[in-house]
């Protein structure tokens, strides 16, 4: 079998961009050239790689269980290219926001200082989001906040987190000792569905309570805070994400009848995915 990087990167850029012509323009090569390195791969594999719609390819379950092996031998192919060179390409992370936003600025800028000519992109979204990054191999790595169970994906623990209800100083639960009815009855404002800490707080926290009211889902942990410090409900997150506030005295800590509430972030790649020197370099920089 004489199977060549440029078929594969070729199968690979089809499989992007879903037509030839695409791909052609992607790779600076012809489009002939194009359709006869996947029509010379599909021979020697003996099968058809994409199902065609019209102009359109579709990769189909051939082509599907190729996918992931041909981006891992390329990656291999790129770092081979690159032993020997300063620059061993971008680093490319997926971070849900608490981790995007809170974590990982401190580690990328510890790891900038030993290597300040090593690129990193980091991408921020929900859980979700990541998630999906991560099975199209649009990233090396995510960092989510809960676990994966997507097939396919390899997930480890890779942080403790702890979780914190919070609200204004001057808000009435404090009045009185908390009870699970009175935390049932307070407007809780909460990430959207599909964020790691919804769900974690939803498990942890919600479900113990005879009942909870929204009165608000907002997109990020800054504005939940800024609606928090003006009275308009209560709410919990990392304490990561709080602590200045906590310290200066414009959110308080709501003392709660419950075990400490912690969840555990995690770490995922794609099981096909080829962990690179430079991205294993990186990663040793992600601790506390």
Same mark, same amino acid.
């Given at each position: ?21 695409? *791909?052609?323009?992607?790779? *600076? ?5 194009? @359709? ?27 082509? /599907?269980?190729?996918?992931?092996? *041909? ?5 291999? *192919? ?22 995007? +936003? ?16 090593? %690129? ?18 649009? =990233? ?22 702890? !979780?914190? =209800?919070?609200?204004? $100083? ?9 009870? &699970? ?5 307070? %407007?809780?404002?909460? #990430? ?13 926290? !919600? @479900?113990?309570? %005879?009942?909870?009211? =929204?009165?608000?889902? !907002? ?15 209560? @709410?919990?997150?990392?304490? #990561? ?6 310290? +200066?005295?414009?959110? /308080?800590? =709501?003392? !709660? $009848?419950?075990?400490?509430?912690? /969840? ?10 080829? &962990? @690179?020197?430079?991205?294993? #370099? ?7």
């Amino acid at each position: 079998m004489h199977i060549t990087l440029r078929q594969l990167d070729v199968f690979c850029a089809i499989v992007k961009n879903g037509s030839t012509i695409q *791909a052609a323009r992607q790779l *600076a090569l012809s489009q002939s050239a194009v @359709s006869a390195a996947l029509a010379d791969l599909e021979n020697q594999l003996s099968v058809q790689l994409f199902d065609r719609a019209g102009k359109r390819l579709v990769v189909n379950e051939h082509g /599907r269980l190729l996918y992931p092996k *041909a981006i891992s031998l390329l990656e291999q *192919a790129k770092e081979a290219e690159q032993l020997f060179c300063d620059d061993e390409g971008a680093i490319q992370i997926a971070a849900s926001s608490t981790i995007g +936003n809170y974590l990982l600025p401190a580690m990328m800028a510890n790891y900038r200082r030993d290597y300040p000519h090593s %690129p990193l992109e980091l991408t921020v979204g929900n859980s979700q989001d990541v998630i999906q990054a991560v099975s199209d191999f649009r =990233v090396d790595v995510g960092l989510i906040e809960g676990p994966c169970h997507v097939t396919g994906i390899v997930s480890e623990n890779w942080m403790d987190d702890e !979780l914190v =209800v919070f609200a204004d $100083p001057r808000a009435d639960i404090f009045s009185r000792p908390v009870t &699970l009815e009175r935390l049932a009855l307070s %407007p809780w404002i909460l #990430r959207e569905r599909g964020s790691g800490t919804r769900e974690i707080v939803d498990y942890l926290l !919600l @479900s113990h309570l %005879p009942y909870f009211r =929204v009165g608000m889902e !907002l997109g990020n942990s800054e504005a939940i805070k800024h609606a928090v410090r003006y009275g308009m409900g209560i @709410s919990c997150l990392s304490r #990561r994400v709080i602590t200045d506030q906590l310290e +200066n005295g414009s959110l /308080r800590q =709501v003392a !709660l $009848p419950l075990p400490p509430l912690t /969840r555990t972030l995690y770490r995922i790649h794609h099981q096909q995915k080829h &962990l @690179s020197r430079a991205l294993l #370099r990186f990663l040793s920089y992600c601790h506390e």
